[in-house]
Nanobody, 116 residues
Framework: QVQLEESGGGLVQAGGSLRLSCAAS????????MGWYRQAPGRQRELVAS????????VFADSVKGRFTISRDTSKNAMYLQMNSLRPEDTAVYYC?????????WGQGTQVTVSS
């Protein structure tokens, strides 16, 4: 098992930036993948970006390519999402995810609100 805790959400104006952090309770190199998902009101949860902790290989949703960057720090057992050029449509609750041998684990989520 693993506990995940997000931080860094908040209110920002369109065009601004935020950095989300996800702290894991165990060595992230033991995880198959880690990722950031988001869920806006009335919409399904969607993948924003994912990373393979061991290799650093990354995947991004088309809607955030060129604006968001995902990274990890294996020495801190942490994952980050740098969000630049934020848009009102990025407003959502952002969740940290870890997959360990097919089992998904989730953080409690952090709210990101982008005002126009």
């Amino acid at each position: 098992q693993v506990q995940l805790e997000e931080s860094g959400g908040g209110l920002v104006q369109a065009g601004g930036s935020l950095r989300l952090s996800c702290a894991a309770s165990r060595n992230i190199l033991s995880m198959s993948t880690m990722g950031w998902y988001r869920q806006a009101p009335g919409r399904q949860r969607e993948l924003v970006a994912s990373i393979i902790p061991s290799s650093g290989s990354r995947v991004f949703a088309d809607s955030v390519k060129g604006r968001f960057t995902i990274s990890r720090d294996t020495s801190k057992n942490a994952m980050y999402l740098q969000m630049n050029s934020l848009r009102p449509e990025d407003t959502a609750v952002y969740y940290c995810n870890a997959n360990i041998y097919g089992q998904d684990y989730w953080g409690q989520g952090t709210q990101v609100t982008v005002s126009s």
